[in-house]
């Protein structure tokens, strides 16, 4: 897989990741003790939705795009309201011409007591990245290996944190790298919510990917996917997914009631579907 992405802020793959850190993230606020979000992966931060890059997929006018111009009604809205806000901060007037990565989206999530630490080791990206923050102070921006990061900033001094790890899939062996970096962050910080994420493209490799997860006897995980299309054709990108680890007792069910609007308008063909399960692998349909 390869998943550079400039080329692909705001897609369909963007919502579902971003919409569920926002509903995680704003679990945590629940509580007044201060907690702390690291994405191990960050990116830029922000990202031009006018420039070549995007404009030569127009992927985010099949994501962010669709969800914008059909809006989810009542209960569904609600649980979406956050993201879409984070999404719009950046975009005053309404026409959408920018759309935030997720260090961004988690920055203007968060409280004046929370944190954020965001890692971004590509050379260029780090330095828009720390630009993006330079002067919050709430902010601390690393240039490390992400897996490097993942275990050298466990466990987090407030022991409350949201960690996200999402890697480009630039380069092979990223899914292998993800669960033996999930198992040590685990050694170090048990009690953490991890977020991992995955783009699907055909099916085998992601099962084996699950499988190796549920190989580590997790107690509390949940598995959510989207498919806009049969994961018929290796070549594209069909779906995307995230494991949760100790995901809020709320997730499940606000999640499930978003999915099938979501799904509805992000579909780029038939047989579109969604899977929500507190299991690993999960049982798709």
């Not at 059909?70 to 309404?94: Q, T």
């Not at 480009?168 to 994420?197: K, S, V, Y």
Request: charged share 25%; hydrophobic share 45%; glycine share 8%.
């Amino acid at each position: 897989m390869n998943y550079r992405h400039v080329y692909h802020a705001g897609n369909f793959a963007d919502v579902l990741k971003h919409l569920v850190l926002t509903l995680v993230i704003e679990h945590m606020k629940l509580k007044p003790a201060p907690f702390r979000v690291i994405d191990t992966h960050a990116g830029v931060g922000l990202y031009d939705l006018t420039s070549v890059e995007a404009a030569k997929t127009g992927e985010w006018q099949g994501g962010i795009g669709r969800l914008l111009a059909d809006p989810l009604p009542d209960d569904a809205g609600a649980i979406v309201a956050p993201y879409l806000h984070a999404v719009g901060a950046g975009n005053p007037g309404g026409t959408l011409t920018s759309y935030p990565g997720s260090p961004l989206i988690a920055r203007r999530l968060l409280r004046g007591q929370d944190v954020l630490v965001a890692n971004e080791l590509h050379p260029e990206d780090h330095a828009s990245l720390a630009r993006l923050f330079a002067r919050d102070s709430q902010t601390k921006i690393l240039n490390l290996d992400g897996w490097t990061a993942l275990k050298s900033l466990l466990p987090p001094k407030e022991r409350r944190a949201v960690v996200l790890v999402d890697p480009p899939f630039e380069e092979a062996g990223e899914l292998e790298r993800m669960t033996a970096g999930l198992d040590a962050a685990l050694r170090r910080f048990a009690t953490g919510t991890f977020l991992l994420w995955y783009p699907v493209k055909s099916l085998r490799p992601i099962d084996r990917f699950l499988a190796s997860v549920s190989s580590l006897r997790l107690e509390k995980v949940l598995v959510v996917e989207l498919f806009i299309r049969p994961p018929a054709d290796p070549d594209r990108l069909n779906g995307t997914g995230l494991v949760i680890i100790n995901p809020p007792f709320t997730l499940a069910d606000r999640l499930k009631t978003v999915m099938p609007e979501i799904t509805r308008r992000l579909a780029a063909e038939d047989g579109a579907f969604f899977v929500i399960e507190d299991r690993c692998p999960p049982v798709r349909s």
